[in-house]
């Protein structure tokens, strides 16, 4: 019941709040998914997702802020559980880390946990725990939009996730603000979550292959390598929102597209 009651209170958030890399565009990258998931994938889903869309999760772990993670490791002056992470590190090449920690410091990385919690799926989703593993599947639905947002890698030279001050047309705000709070969706002619995901939901089969080989590591570099020339601008900088928008609209959406394709590659893969 308590859990029914939580999921019940995410639902009127979802249906309630604005827009974001967190809101509408996760409802997309989870649409997008659903509909190149096999029938397979799509029948365990709905057994173990509560016979609901992957769309009413896609916002979970920002709904839910309590979700933490056991970490399986304790130095003397460490918290062995911490909230879970949204974003991942990445060094000067765009090499993702492959791990949690650096020596004794935390590393914040969705990368390592989407990986982890598909193996732990694809080698016993049947035997699971129900709640350990509808939580393992809606963190991996949230987690895979995060891993194609352009503020939620930490680049060696900038670890601070572009939070510094722009002017964007007559509003001061953060450029991290703007990426993770509807400027995607904001800016789409498509009025609900369901028509943009079709209206971006471009590319064939042979499309689809390429975009999705490698492994989730493979995506966090190319990720992070297609994000670095949307954060190239500087603090306090007058940014004029119609080139900013002929700029960055469709590179966003190609991020969103292939979040949603590389998405359906892992969900298929653990119920294959």
């Not at 007559?170 to 703007?178: G, I, M, N, Q």
């Not at 995901?197 to 297609?226: F, L, N, Q």
Request: charged share 25%; aromatic share 12%.
């Amino acid at each position: 019941m308590k859990r029914f009651l939580i999921l019940c209170a995410v639902a009127t958030i979802f249906c309630t709040s604005a827009y974001g890399w967190g809101r509408r565009e996760h409802a997309v990258v989870a649409k997008i998914a659903e509909n190149h998931l096999t029938p397979k994938a799509k029948q365990y889903l709905y057994k173990y997702m509560h016979r609901r869309s992957l769309v009413y999760y896609a916002n979970y772990a920002n709904d839910y802020q309590p979700l933490n993670i056991d970490l399986s490791w304790q130095p003397s002056n460490a918290k062995r559980r911490v909230p879970f992470p949204h974003t991942f590190t990445v060094d000067e090449n765009c090499k993702p880390c492959r791990d949690i920690r650096n020596g004794e410091a935390y590393v914040k990385n969705c990368l390592y946990f989407v990986d982890k919690w598909s193996q732990e799926l694809k080698s016993n989703h049947a035997g699971m725990n129900d709640s350990v593993r509808m939580t393992h599947i809606a963190l991996i639905v949230h987690a895979m939009g995060e891993i194609h947002s352009p503020v939620h890698i930490r680049y060696a030279h900038d670890s601070n996730l572009a939070r510094f001050k722009i002017k964007y047309g007559k509003r001061v705000r953060t450029l991290h603000d703007l990426w993770d709070n509807g400027f995607v969706a904001a800016t789409s002619s498509i009025c609900s979550f369901s028509d943009f995901a079709r209206y971006i939901d471009v590319d064939d089969g042979t499309d689809i292959e390429a975009i999705c080989k490698g492994d989730v590591y493979v995506w966090g570099e190319e990720s992070a390598r297609e994000s670095l020339p949307l954060l190239n601008y500087q603090p306090d900088e007058n940014i004029d929102v119609v080139k900013f928008k002929r700029d960055n609209l469709e590179k966003g959406e190609m991020l969103l597209r292939k979040a949603g394709y590389r998405l359906a590659k892992v969900l298929n893969e653990i119920f294959e």
